[in-house]
Each structure stands twice: as structure tokens, then as C-alpha cells.
């Protein structure tokens, strides 16, 4: 065990930013109504903060490794690091995308800021704690800002249904993590990942019916944030009725810091029960990448398409995290890459739907190859990489985690989840179809944003970021994987 | 270090599908040359490859070798063979020749120039790396710009054809990636380093069984490609949608993807399941060179034909390869590119035809010789090539695989050559009802000859089937010593003996090797 704190405030340094940066923006907001542009500069600001900070941990953590901080709270290792990094990553491009729609709400736009910010802070959380409390702690947080986001416009009636679904199914699966932590508990006696690690070497636990109950709710309150099938009939609803510019920060965000909390979990909490978790995770990854390719297939509205491969996607990385620590590199990868392309995707829906519209129906992407040779492009960039196509990075990240999970003994899950890739062609090549073979069969005058439209901005930088990652980290993907080879939970 | 030949004959098509890009807007009418200009530039390094190439040497030649990700045991291995060579050149050859027959493509030309050149490097990728991983990607990747070319710019049917194409092969790689997976990590277990190389993988040691399943998945993989019945529905659809640059390169190269695969790795590697699997092989193979002759046969579409003859001949390929002897394997190797270049030259036809008819309909034509007396002889010329009359190039092909075949699979090579029997029907009675005879449609009087451009495409092919048909051994003697070393490397590891005559090296001498 290496050094543990009390207080250690570098230890929570990127979580306090994060919170004094919502507060300034929110105090500067009622006192004087700041322009879009000073609230640019802010955001730009305390998130380089977070980042420096962040980094510092980095330092440390290489140098002096791992240490514990605030009664065994919160664990800053290189596992927690790298999910900040994402996270920050993830945050500062869905803010941009975000961008049209904190502008267009105006006076409220700096609660979007707000929201954002604690959403990453709350996940940040759930990376770093060692102690199932405070994890439940961090989902909160970060569960509570996802749902006002979802409903933030408050424009049309989808918008609150999309709210309202993720609110009711969200607490509900916060509840059932709640209860698993009370079930592990009852049967370890404890509510730190390390004890209950430590009791379950120490100890032999004869009747582990309540503690394996436990694990599984824990695991499937989990795999609801990071909509993992059977726990993941409110993303479509969520993903097409939300503001189209922050659905990808949603989706990207929450698949970072729930596998985050997850890895952890399984990793250092139950390491004795690893075959009982991975035949879970097995399986929940089986039923995720089945149904959600199956129902992808069936969509007509991009977003909910974008939902299902979500689906597909979690069990994709699931089959990653099968194998426990050995596969926890390919994991982060994927996650990486991955969350990069949702937000990409999503910025492109955004610009063709209007960044608070609800909805995005696929005949809008007809013949986009015509009227937006660049946004059909980078949209086609991101749905083959989404679908694995190599040079791209989502081609490397699935193979990390099929080579991962492959080693690991799970065969026939790789053998199914590389069927099921193929059948993802399906529906990713759909779009790419609607978008390059289709004639442009657009009602509305041409010259209209709806007719050509067109990503500006901050907007137009995100785009050009993730395709830059998706290609770069595709060829020449060693350095990231260098990185994450690093990031196991201590 | 070497100048890294094959590294720079992978980039140029691609950083020329880059330049295309800078061809400004209003000058739509430069893109296209533009683009044929650019891709001439591969043939001549390809040149210079085969004739620098050293001969009587099996092994890789102008190896580059860097890694790519070392705890993966990835690298960027090239390397180019007596199997790969004509291949390689195979391929920039047909591409500034599909790309000068691709006239009538307005819609988006940038793209469609940008596609066929990141196709090419794809393509010369696949030939040249010497690692599986790197393989595996190449193989893959070559379907986006082959999906998009058969799905802009194909006719009628073409996406229902160009996610066809993309599914059907898209399974068998995937299939294919378990298996390269397997055997990576089955390495790292047996040595403590993951590899994806090559020559690492012919250093596995693997059990009968788990032989016969990597053979399987590599094999559906190829076999989908080649097409081999009955995987093949993919190809008629794929090429009858496609431009007619899109099924020159599909016919040309893409199909040969699948018969180099099952030479260069399901041979090699899996010696033992090879030896076994042969019967399976052989028979899908000779099932497949009679139904895709039969149904080429009964066509009424002038394109469908041709699609199908591929059928045909690419079952003679395997026929040869699973022969397992000296001449099968060779025949096999040059017959691949002799297919490239015959069925190359024949979809240009149609497409020439096409262009000027806007039918391919058999029944729409009749007695065009009369209007198109070059068109007709070229045509003629062309079917001869590909029934593989003597002097041309495909009698060597054809010849050598039924040699080889008739030493190891007598019953299957005798059922084989009826396939040229077939040929000569199918291809010859289409000729008679397109070009002789009289004139019975009013629409057919006033048909253009070929112009020079049009000639000027077509005369590399003609050069090609002519030299290759009366000299082939300037090629055979780069192929011969690297198919020799599979065929050694099969008789030393399995128990499996040619048969005499089976084993000559050089196959027009009288000297054994």
C-alpha cells in the first residue's frame, strides 16, 4: 500500500476546479449578464485548469505511485488519471458542439455550462473513489445534470419525455446500485472497493448468496448509465428527444464514468469472484451487442440508431472487461476513440437537426454528400469507424478488446461479436448510403441552412478534432496504447 | 536503409488520390487526366520490380521490415514474391486503364478518381505485406472505396448490389480476423511474444484440429473473394452494377485477392488441413467452372456473361492450386493474372458497347462487325485469349492447370476441361449473335467504330495476352521458385508426395529441378 492522506486536495484538484468554475459562472451570471464570449473564455479556462491539474496527479502517480486520500476515499492511480483525461477530453468537445444551443437558450445557456461541468466533475468522482459511497455519490452528481440536460430547452413536449424517461429510469437504476452497495455490505462488512477485496481473500464465504446478489445489482445499476442491454430502453427515447447538441456529450460522458466505476468494481472489490462477474459481464455483453445491432437496424431516426449501436458498442467494450484487468488497456481505448466518434457523430446531427431540435429522421440525410460534401464525409468517417473499419481507430479499439477477451477464454464472445459487427454494416452503411447514393430530395427552398447545411465554429473544430483522432489513433494508434497499457486500478 | 520501394508503390496511389483533391473546381475537365496520369507513375516502379526482381529466389524480396506496435507483435512488413509480383503489376496496370475508359462518369468525378487510386493502394498493400495484421487491414479496407465505386456511380440496381458485395465479404473477414487472433495469441503462448508475422506463423505448431479450423475460417474468407460456388451470388450483382472501372478491378484484381489468399496463406500454414481438404476444394472448384459456364452460357446480358465466365475461371485457379504440383500451382499463379488481363479487356468491351447502346442485351445487337470492324476484332481477339486458344496467354494458364491437375485430381481435371468447352460456347455463340450476320436493328446501323482513345486502352491488354501467351517464361521463372517452396514446404511437413510428373520446376524443360 502506498501513501494514503487525509486531506490531500490534489487528490480531488480537477473535481474542485470543475465545481468553482460552475459556481463562477453561475455567480458571474446573476450579477452581470456576460456575453456568450466571456463565457467562452471561462469554460476554456477552468478546463485547462482541470487539465493542469490533472496532469500534476499524472506526475505524481508516475513518480511516487498510487496514493489514497481522504480516509480512503478517493484513490488517484493511473486508472483514475486517464478517465479524467477522457473525461475532460469528452467534456470540452461536447461543449462545443454544445455551443449553438448555450447560445440560443440565452439567459439560461450558463446553466448548461453549469450542468456540464458537474456532469464531468461527478464522473470524475466515480473514476477516482475507492469507496462504493462515494462512487454512488459521483453517479449522482453526474446522473442529476444529465437529466436537466436532457430537458434544458424545454421547447418542445419530446424534449420533457426525454427528461422525464431518464429521470424515472435513472433513479431507478441509481436505487439498485444503492441497494447493491447495502447487499456487499451486509456480506463483506464494508463499503471500500479495498476491504472488501481484502475480507474476501481473508475470509471464506460459505453462503455468498447475498454478496453475489449485491455484485450483480451494482453491476446492472452500472450497466444502466452506460446502456447496456436489458438496461437500455431509455437511450433511444433519451437520445432523440434531447437537444441535439449535448446528446453526445450525454452519451459519451456516461459510458466513461460507468465503465470507469465498473472496471473498478469488478477489479479491485471482487477479484475472488472474477468468474462469477465475467460470466455476467459475458453475458450482459452477448445481449447488448445482439440487441442493440438488431434494433439499429430496424431505425429510421439517426439518433435512436446512434442509441442501438450505443448498445452494441457497451457490449463491445463489455467484452472487453470480461477478462478483468488484462483487457482494462483495450477498454480505455475503445473508450477513447470511441466516445470521440459519438460526439463527433452527434455534432453532425446537430448541425443538420439545429443544435435544440428533437429528433433527426434519416430521410434528412439524403443526398448530404451533395449539399455538405464535408459534414457527409466526417459523418461517413465515423459510421465506418463506428462499424470497425481498419485505419480507422474504432477498427484498433475493437480489436483490443477482442484480442483481450480471446485471451482471456471467451472465444465464442468474440465470435459473436464479430458476427455481429458485420451485421452492424447493415445499418452504419445505411446511413453512408442515404448520404453518398441518394439524390438530394429536399422539399425546402436551397440556400437554407435546413437545404446546406453547414458546421461553423467551434462546431466545424470539434469535427475536424475527432476526425484527426480517428484517423491518426487508427494508423498510428501506439502512443495512446502505450498509455492506457498504464492505466489499471491500483 | 534501401530506398523503400514497396512502401512508396503503397503511398503514390494514395497521396495521388490526395493531389486529385487539389484539382480545382472549375476545371472538371482535368480531373480525369490528371488521374491517369498519376496512376501511370506506379507502373513504373512496378516495372522496375519485376525486372529487378532476382529470379530463382523463393523468398520475400525487397523486404521492409519496421514495427508498428510491438506488444502486439505488429509490423509494417513488406515484402513482394514469385506469387505477388505480377500481381503487383497486374494491378497498376488495369488502373489507368479503367480510369481512361471512365469518360461517361460526370457525377462527383473527384471522388471517383480519389476512389479507384485509394483502391489501388489497397489492393498493391494486400500483394505486398508480409504480416497478417497489416494483410487483414488492407483486405478490409479495400471494400470502402470498392462500396462507394459500385454504389455512386453503378446503374440500377447498385446498392442493393454494393452492400451485397460489402456484407458477403465483410463476414468472411471477419471470420477471418478470429482466426488471425487465434493465431497471434497461440504464438505469444508458444514463444512469449505476440506475432502477426508471416514467418513467425509458419513456425506455429498447432494441432490437427485446431489446423483444420484456421484453414476453415482463412479458407470462407478466400472463398467468398474467389468467388467459389456456392458463395459466389455476390458477383453477378457486383459486377453487373458496377461502372465499368469498378468490374474491371473487381474482375481483375479484386477476385484474385481470394485465390492469392488460399495460395499464400491457407498452403503455407496449414499444411496438414490442405492436404486433407483438398477433395472439398477441388470438387466446389469444378462445380464452380461448370455451373458459372453453364450459366454464363444462357444469358441474355452481354455483362451477366462475362460476370459469370469469372465464376468459371476463377475455379480453374483453384483446381490448379489444390492440385499441389508444380504446374497447377504456377498455372494457377499465371492464370490469375491472365484472368485479369482477358476479363479486364472483355468488361471494357461491354462497357465500350454500353456506352454507345445503352443496352448490354444480347438480343438488342446483331451483326455490329459490319458497323464495328475493330470493335469486332478486338472482341474476337479477347474471347480467344480467354478460351485459351494457343498462342494466347490464357492456353498457358489453362494448359499448365490441367497438367498439374491431371497428375494429382485426374477424375476432376478431365470434368474441368469441359469448362473450355463451355468457354468457346458461351463466349463464341455471344460473338456470333452480337457481331455476325445482318443488321436487324435500325438503332445498331450508325454505331461509331472505336476511337483512338479507346484503342489505345485496349492495346496494353492485347500486348499483354499476346506476350504472355508467346513468351511466358520470363513470368514463370519469377514465379516458379516461390511456388516450388510452398509445394516443398507442404511434402516436407505433411506426408502428402507429388506424384512424377508433378514436381518440375521449370515445366517446359525436360530437366527435373
Known amino acids: 500500500m502506498s501513501a494514503t492522506y487525509d486531506v490531500l486536495y490534489l487528490a480531488v484538484g480537477p473535481e474542485i476546479i470543475l465545481t468553482l468554475g460552475a459556481v463562477l459562472v453561475l455567480m458571474i451570471d446573476v450579477f452581470r449578464k456576460p456575453s456568450a464570449r466571456f463565457h467562452a473564455w471561462l469554460v476554456a479556462g477552468t478546463m485547462v485548469a482541470a487539465a493542469v491539474v490533472t496532469w500534476f496527479q499524472w506526475d505524481r502517480v508516475s513518480a511516487e505511485g498510487p496514493f489514497l486520500a481522504f480516509s480512503d476515499m478517493v484513490v488517484i492511480d493511473a486508472y483514475g488519471v486517464i478517465a479524467a483525461f477522457i473525461l475532460l477530453m469528452v467534456g470540452a468537445l461536447g461543449l462545443a458542439v454544445a455551443w449553438g444551443m448555450v447560445e440560443r437558450l440565452g439567459r439560461r445557456g450558463a446553466e448548461g455550462i453549469v450542468l456540464v461541468f458537474m456532469a464531468i466533475a461527478g464522473f470524475q468522482f466515480m473514476a477516482v473513489s475507492a469507496n462504493l459511497v462515494m462512487m454512488f455519490m459521483g453517479l449522482e452528481i453526474a446522473s442529476i445534470s444529465l437529466y436537466v440536460l436532457a430537458g434544458i430547452t424545454r421547447e418542445r413536449p419530446e424534449t420533457d419525455e426525454a427528461a422525464l424517461k431518464y429521470f424515472l429510469l435513472g433513479s431507478f437504476a441509481s436505487a439498485v446500485f444503492i441497494y447493491g452497495v447495502a447487499l456487499t455490505f451486509a456480506g463483506t462488512g464494508s463499503v471500500s472497493v479495498y476491504e472488501i477485496g481484502a475480507f474476501l481473500r481473508g475470509n471464506l464465504v460459505l453462503e455468498p448468496g447475498v454478496l453475489l446478489i449485491g455484485m450483480a445489482l451494482l453491476i446492472a445499476g452500472l450497466a444502466f448509465k452506460v446502456s447496456a442491454a436489458p438496461f437500455h430502453v431509455w437511450a433511444p427515447d433519451t437520445y432523440q428527444g434531447s437537444p441535439a447538441g449535448i446528446v453526445g456529450f450525454m452519451a459519451a460522458g456516461a459510458k466513461v464514468g460507468a465503465f470507469a466505476g465498473l472496471g473498478r468494481i469488478v477489479i479491485t472489490a471482487f477479484p475472488l469472484y472474477d468468474t462469477e462477474w465475467a460470466i455476467g459481464l459475458a453475458l450482459l455483453a452477448t445481449i447488448s451487442i445482439a440487441t442493440g445491432t438488431l434494433l439499429a437496424i430496424a431505425q429510421s431516426d439517426i439518433r435512436r440508431l446512434l442509441a442501438y449501436s450505443g448498445v452494441a458498442h457497451a457490449g463491445f467494450i463489455l467484452t472487453g472487461l470480461t477478462v478483468g484487468e488484462a483487457g482494462m488497456p483495450a477498454v480505455w481505448f475503445y473508450l477513447t476513440v470511441y466516445t470521440v466518434q459519438l460526439i463527433g457523430a452527434f455534432a453532425v446531427v446537430a448541425v443538420v437537426a439545429g443544435p435544440t431540435a428533437a429528433g433527426s429522421p434519416l430521410s434528412d440525410y439524403e443526398g448530404l454528400s451533395k449539399r455538405s460534401p464535408f459534414l457527409a464525409a466526417v459523418l461517413a468517417l465515423f459510421m465506418l469507424a463506428m462499424s470497425g473499419v481498419p485505419l480507422t481507430a474504432g477498427f484498433v479499439g475493437k480489436f483490443g478488446v477482442f484480442a483481450a477477451a480471446w485471451r482471456g477464454g471467451f472465444e465464442w464472445l468474440v465470435i459473436v461479436a464479430l458476427v455481429a459487427s458485420v451485421a452492424g454494416f447493415f445499418f452504419y452503411l445505411r446511413v453512408i448510403v442515404l448520404m453518398y447514393m441518394h439524390e438530394p430530395a429536399f422539399a425546402e427552398a436551397p440556400g437554407t441552412m435546413r437545404a446546406r447545411p453547414e458546421a461553423v465554429g467551434a462546431l466545424r473544430w470539434v469535427l475536424i478534432v475527432a476526425v484527426a483522432i480517428t484517423l491518426v489513433f487508427g494508423i498510428y494508434p501506439s502512443p495512446v496504447l502505450d498509455l492506457v497499457g498504464k492505466a489499471l486500478p491500483f | ?513
Do not use: C
Open chain 2, 1 to 513: 536503409m534501401d530506398f523503400p520501394i514497396l512502401t512508396v508503390l503503397i503511398l503514390l496511389p494514395a497521396a495521388a488520390a490526395l493531389l486529385i483533391a487539389l484539382v480545382p473546381e472549375r476545371r472538371q475537365e482535368l480531373i480525369l487526366p490528371v488521374g491517369v496520369a498519376l496512376s501511370i507513375l506506379p507502373i513504373g516502379l512496378a516495372g522496375y520490380l519485376f525486372f529487378a526482381f532476382e529470379k530463382g529466389v523463393a523468398a520475400f524480396q525487397f523486404v521492409e521490415k519496421a514495427p508498428w506496435y510491438e506488444p502486439w507483435g505488429i509490423s509494417w512488413h513488406l515484402g513482394v514474391d514469385g506469387i505477388s509480383l505480377l500481381l503487383v503489376v497486374l494491378t497498376t496496370i488495369l488502373v489507368p486503364i479503367s480510369l481512361a475508359a471512365s469518360t461517361t462518369i460526370a457525377d462527383r468525378l473527384k471522388l471517383f478518381v480519389a476512389m479507384v487510386l485509394i483502391l489501388e493502394a489497397g489492393l498493391i498493400g494486400v500483394f505486398l505485406s508480409v504480416d497478417l495484421f497489416l494483410f487483414f487491414v488492407f483486405f478490409e479496407v479495400i471494400l470502402i472505396p470498392m462500396y462507394f465505386i459500385i454504389g455512386i456511380w453503378g446503374s440500377d440496381r447498385r446498392i442493393y448490389a454494393a452492400v451485397k458485395f460489402f456484407i458477403f465479404t465483410a463476414f468472411g473477414s471477419a471470420l477471418m480476423l478470429a482466426g488471425i487472433i487465434a493465431m497471434a495469441l497461440m504464438y505469444g503462448t508458444q514463444t512469449g511474444q505476440m506475432s502477426f508475422d508471416y514467418s513467425d506463423m509458419l513456425q506455429l505448431s498447432m494441432s490437427s484440429n485446431t489446423e483444420l479450423w484456421l484453414f476453415g475460417v482463412f479458407a470462407l474468407a478466400f472463398a467468398i473473394k474467389v468467388p467459389l460456388f456456392p458463395l459466389h451470388t455476390w458477383l453477378p450483382d457486383a459486377h453487373v452494377e458496377a461502372p465499368t472501372a469498378g468490374s474491371v478491378l473487381l474482375a481483375g484484381v479484386l477476385l484474385k485477392l481470394g485465390t492469392y489468399g488460399l495460395l499464400r496463406f491457407n498452403l503455407p500454414l496449414f499444411p496438414q488441413a490442405t492436404v486433407k481438404l483438398v477433395p472439398v476444394l477441388a470438387v466446389l472448384a469444378v462445380i464452380g467452372i461448370i455451373y458459372g459456364a453453364a450459366v454464363a452460357t444462357v444469358q441474355p446480358d452481354l455483362k451477366k456473361l462475362v460476370a459469370y465466365s469469372s465464376v468459371s475461371h476463377l475455379g480453374f485457379i483453384v483446381v490448379g492450386i489444390f492440385a499441389l504440383t508444380s504446374q497447377g500451382l504456377q498455372g494457377g499463379v499465371i492464370q490469375m493474372v491472365n484472368h485479369g488481363v482477358t476479363t479486364g479487356a472483355l468488361f471494357l468491351l461491354v462497357g465500350m458497347i454500353y456506352e454507345r447502346r445503352h443496352t448490354k442485351t444480347i438480343a438488342d445487337f446483331g451483326g455490329l462487325a459490319r458497323v464495328m470492324p475493330i470493335f469486332a476484332g478486338i472482341f474476337l481477339f479477347t474471347s480467344f485469349a480467354s478460351i485459351g486458344l494457343p498462342g494466347l496467354n490464357g492456353f498457358v494458364g489453362e494448359f499448365l492447370v490441367l497438367l498439374g491437375s491431371y497428375t494429382t485430381l485426374q477424375p476432376y481435371a478431365i470434368v474441368a476441361a469441359f469448362g473450355v468447352v463451355l468457354a468457346a460456347v458461351y463466349l463464341l455463340w455471344a460473338y456470333e449473335r452480337v457481331f455476325t450476320g445482318p443488321i436487324t436493328k435500325p438503332e445498331n446501323e450508325k454505331l461509331l467504330d472505336l476511337g483512338l482513345r479507346e484503342i489505345a486502352i485496349m492495346a496494353p491488354l492485347i500486348a499483354l495476352m499476346l506476350v504472355l501467351g508467346l513468351y511466358p517464361k520470363p513470368a514463370l521463372d519469377r514465379i516458379a521458385p516461390s511456388t516450388e517452396a510452398v509445394l516443398d514446404r507442404i511434402v516436407s511437413v505433411t506426408d502428402f508426395e507429388v506424384p512424377e510428373p508433378g514436381r518440375l520446376a521449370d515445366v517446359f524443360s525436360r530437366e527435373a529441378p
